[in-house]
């Protein structure tokens, strides 16, 4: 059994990267949407949201899995046993930060294979810091993501509910 992990930040998912995932499974048993649960930058979305739009977008998919992890991509690639990593690639600027990535990671866990994959030519232009960008002036970014990242978007920034669900004057 090949198991496969998509790491990221995903904030937010985007259509490229829920095409990739869909593509990614194709090439495994077990696919590992792995978010990166980063101490030093909050970001747009809180983790265990950012974990619950992807799996809501991802619907019930066999075979795909979503999880947080913090720390080392290579540790966390060796508790879950898996095989390779996934990564997109938009163009060359993207290859670019690849390849020292998956360079260290095979340096760091010998064996750790990196597969790229090209993004689609009409998702290339799309990415989650623009994504952040529109939403945050208003705009509307519903041919970027899925629609439950849409929706998610809209309630934060319509300030319909706060990021982390706390209800106002809350913890
Ligand atoms: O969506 P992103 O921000 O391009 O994802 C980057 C990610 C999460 C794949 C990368 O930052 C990562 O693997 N971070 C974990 C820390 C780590 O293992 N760093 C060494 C990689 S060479």
Redesign the pocket.
């Known amino acids: 059994m090949k198991t496969a992990i998509f790491?990221?930040?995903?904030?937010p998912l985007t259509n490229g990267h829920l095409d990739l995932i869909k593509r990614a499974r194709r090439l495994c048993d077990r696919l590992i949407v792995?978010v990166?649960v980063?101490p030093d930058k909050s970001g747009l979305l809180p983790t265990q949201k950012r974990l619950d739009v992807i799996q809501r977008a991802l619907g019930n998919r066999e075979g795909v899995e979503v999880k947080a992890?913090?720390?080392?991509?290579?540790?966390?690639a060796k508790a879950e046993q898996a095989d390779f990593?996934i990564?997109g690639v938009r163009g060359v600027q993207d290859l670019e930060?690849e390849m020292?990535?998956?360079?260290?990671?095979e340096k760091?866990l010998p064996g750790l294979e990196t597969v790229v994959l090209l993004t689609r030519p009409e998702l290339a232009g799309v990415s989650?810091s623009l994504v952040r960008q529109i939403a945050h002036f208003g705009g509307d970014v519903s041919a970027f993501v899925p629609p439950a990242v849409d929706e998610t978007l809209l309630r934060l920034y319509n300030k319909l509910e706060k990021p982390d669900d706390t209800p106002e004057g809350g913890e």
């Open positions: 790491p990221g930040s995903f904030d792995a990166l980063n992890f913090s720390g080392l991509l290579v540790d966390f990593v990564r930060n020292p990535m998956a360079w260290t990671n760091l989650s």
